[in-house]
């Protein structure tokens, strides 16, 4: 019986990474040569968004699902992440302007894991302040705290309007209580003509003062209140609300809970997190 060449074995192993690497290094310049295409094919259209929150969603669930082996999901997002954000640069130059008032560290890793390093990280103090520079840009991005904390105010009401930025994007995507970027950020851009994922929808509410039942009579229609500050002359709600419900049954579940003047305008929507499935860690 001819024994196995364990140093043999090895050195077979590392021709099959090395042609994995190569074969990973060739389709990722094949990817370059199409987006070099389509940026082609968009110029003769006219132009138009880079940012296509909805199919990012879409292309990141369906990488969670099939994903199996040793390599950490961690991992398999932070790569799949920066390409798709590296790219997206390729065809449109921007930056990502982040609120830091609260603390760099976990902002900085929050934009580092989602956009890379070639994306230009631009830094203000506060979410109105974003929200400003966002609104003078010719397409970059905002990151923004869900909790800014009550020094921001209702930062959101500067989103209501229809020329304002909105929400496209809720941060990280794949939910899981050990995501190395776990701080929950709303990403804001000026609107998008196309291509927003509208599964939720974020709403600016204001009422004239805070009732007890509020926050039962919004559930019981599938709504959460992320936010609520005073702001104009009474209070400012942020909610998030099922894409599908409609402005007249989430004003009715409102008056339900005894609120008198309301006032709601769309500030944004996003797609449906998606919760990773658990996979035991290897022992």
Same mark, same amino acid.
């Given at each position: 019986?001819?024994?196995?060449?364990?140093?043999?074995?090895?050195?077979?192993?590392?021709?099959?990474?090395?042609?994995?690497?190569?074969?990973?290094?060739?389709?990722?310049?094949?990817?370059?040569?199409?987006?070099?295409?389509?940026?082609?094919?968009?110029?003769?259209?006219?132009?138009?968004?880079?940012?296509?929150?909805?199919?990012?969603?879409?292309?990141?669930?369906?990488?969670?699902?099939?994903?199996?082996?040793?390599?950490?999901?961690?991992?398999?997002?932070?790569?799949?992440?920066? @390409?798709?954000?590296?790219?997206?640069?390729?065809?449109?130059?921007?930056?990502?302007?982040?609120?830091?008032?609260?603390?760099?560290?976990?902002?900085?890793?929050?934009?580092?894991?989602?956009?890379?390093?070639?994306?230009?990280?631009?830094?203000?103090?506060?979410?109105?302040?974003? @929200?400003?520079?966002?609104?003078?840009?010719?397409?970059?991005?905002?990151?923004?705290?869900?909790?800014?904390?009550?020094?921001?105010?209702?930062?959101?009401?500067?989103?209501?309007?229809?020329?304002?930025?909105?929400?496209?994007?809720?941060?990280?995507?794949?939910?899981?209580?050990?995501?190395?970027?776990?701080?929950?950020?709303?990403?804001?851009?000026?609107?998008?003509?196309?291509?927003?994922?509208?599964?939720?929808? @974020?709403?600016?509410?204001?009422?004239?003062?805070?009732?007890?039942?509020?926050?039962?009579?919004?559930?019981?229609?599938?709504?959460? @209140?992320?936010?609520?500050?005073?702001?104009?002359?009474?209070?400012?709600?942020?909610?998030?609300?099922?894409?599908?419900?409609?402005?007249?049954?989430?004003?009715?579940?409102?008056?339900?809970?005894?609120?008198?003047?309301?006032?709601?305008?769309?500030?944004?929507?996003?797609?449906?997190?998606?919760?990773?499935?658990?996979?035991?860690?290897?022992?």
């Amino acid at each position: 019986m001819t024994s196995v060449d364990p140093q043999q074995l090895l050195t077979n192993l590392r021709v099959d990474i090395d042609r994995i690497d190569l074969a990973m290094h060739e389709l990722l310049m094949e990817r370059g040569e199409i987006i070099d295409r389509l940026i082609e094919i968009k110029a003769r259209q006219g132009g138009g968004s880079a940012f296509r929150p909805g199919r990012e969603a879409s292309m990141m669930r369906a990488m969670a699902e099939r994903h199996r082996g040793l390599l950490p999901l961690d991992t398999v997002e932070g790569i799949w992440r920066i @390409i798709i954000s590296t790219f997206t640069y390729v065809q449109s130059n921007y930056s990502v302007h982040a609120d830091v008032a609260s603390g760099d560290a976990a902002m900085r890793d929050s934009v580092r894991f989602h956009f890379g390093f070639t994306v230009p990280f631009l830094t203000h103090n506060g979410p109105t302040a974003v @929200i400003a520079a966002v609104a003078r840009s010719e397409g970059d991005l905002g990151m923004v705290r869900l909790d800014s904390g009550p020094a921001s105010g209702a930062w959101w009401t500067v989103l209501v309007g229809e020329a304002a930025p909105k929400i496209i994007a809720r941060l990280p995507f794949v939910e899981r209580p050990d995501h190395p970027a776990g701080m929950p950020v709303f990403v804001v851009s000026k609107p998008l003509a196309e291509a927003a994922a509208t599964e939720v929808r @974020i709403v600016a509410i204001s009422l004239d003062r805070w009732r007890d039942g509020v926050p039962a009579a919004l559930a019981e229609v599938g709504a959460e @209140i992320l936010g609520n500050a005073a702001g104009g002359v009474g209070l400012s709600l942020m909610v998030a609300v099922p894409g599908a419900l409609d402005e007249a049954m989430l004003r009715e579940a409102l008056r339900k809970a005894g609120a008198g003047d309301i006032r709601m305008g769309d500030i944004g929507s996003h797609a449906a997190r998606f919760e990773a499935p658990h996979r035991p860690s290897r022992s």
